[in-house]
């Protein structure tokens, strides 16, 4: 059986205000917080989702959903298994980038720069905070490890519930959190005619210095 699918006439046109360097914050922290904020407001779905992206000691590449918790001028950071592909990418390779895409505001931004582990007590503060059911879905599960089937992860978590009746099941020591410390940023907003704004941020000593780029 032979699969083929021409999508070579899907596309749609981009109807939104452009942006210019003059519009533009200085600081690329303070214009994402404005952009995402924006994002919220309007209640747009997984607002704060991101695409990560990761490469191994080969080169390659591997990109996945994960949620932003927390950014500041020091950088974006996630929680997640460092057992997983995406930690053992980043234990070998931490350069990473990042992907947010707002459709309904026909925005993007790309975020470039290296991938640290954070403190132990940053994540285990974190991990309080999530629900219950996804504190012990993260402890019975050996991210990205290969697994027979289902029930045995729900079977574990049966058995985790059990020894941890009052919910207050320990964080397992691989669940950890990454910040990336961006030295790039590119903010793209949609335009006629695939005219498209990209506005990008690179880092210097000084600070950031701002240019535009084709699209």
């Given at each position: 059986?032979?699969?083929e699918m021409?999508l070579s006439?899907?596309?749609?046109?981009?109807?939104?205000h452009?942006?210019?360097?003059?519009?533009m914050?200085p600081?690329?922290?303070?214009?994402f917080g404005?952009?995402?904020?924006?994002?919220?407001?309007?209640?747009?779905?997984?607002?704060t989702?991101?695409t990560l992206a990761t490469?191994?000691a080969a080169?390659?590449?591997?990109?996945?959903?994960?949620?932003?918790?927390?950014?500041?001028?020091e950088?974006?950071c996630?929680?997640t298994?460092?057992?997983?592909?995406?930690?053992?990418?980043?234990?070998?390779?931490?350069?990473?980038?990042?992907?947010?895409?707002?459709r309904?505001?026909s925005?993007?931004?790309?975020v470039?720069g290296?991938?640290?582990?954070?403190?132990?007590?940053d994540?285990?503060?974190y991990?309080?905070?999530?629900?219950?059911?996804?504190?012990?879905?993260?402890?019975?599960?050996?991210?990205?490890s290969a697994?027979?089937s289902?029930?045995?992860l729900?079977?574990e978590v049966?058995r985790?519930?059990?020894?941890?009746?009052?919910?207050d099941v320990p964080r397992p020591?691989?669940?950890?959190?990454y910040?990336?410390?961006?030295?790039y940023?590119e903010?793209?907003q949609g335009?006629?005619?695939r005219?498209?704004?990209?506005?990008?941020?690179?880092?210097?000593e000084s600070?950031?210095?701002m240019?535009?780029i084709?699209p």
């Open positions: 059986m032979t699969i021409d006439d899907v596309r749609r046109d981009y109807e939104a452009g942006i210019s360097r003059k519009d914050d600081d690329p922290f303070l214009q404005q952009w995402l904020q924006r994002a919220r407001d309007l209640e747009l779905l997984d607002a989702a991101m490469a191994d080169g390659q590449p591997s990109a996945r959903i994960v949620l932003l918790k927390h950014f500041d001028a950088g974006f996630w929680y298994d460092s057992r997983s592909l995406k930690g053992r990418d980043l234990e070998i390779n931490p350069n990473a980038a990042l992907l947010f895409h707002w309904d505001l925005r993007q931004v790309r470039h290296q991938a640290r582990a954070m403190p132990s007590e994540a285990e503060k991990f309080l905070m999530r629900p219950e059911g996804s504190r012990f879905s993260a402890a019975a599960s050996n991210q990205s697994i027979e289902r029930s045995l729900e079977d049966l985790l519930r059990a020894a941890y009746p009052d919910g020591e691989a669940w950890i959190g910040r990336l410390v961006p030295e940023f903010f793209w335009q006629d005619d005219l498209h704004d990209r506005i990008i941020y690179q880092a210097i600070g950031w210095t240019s535009r084709a």
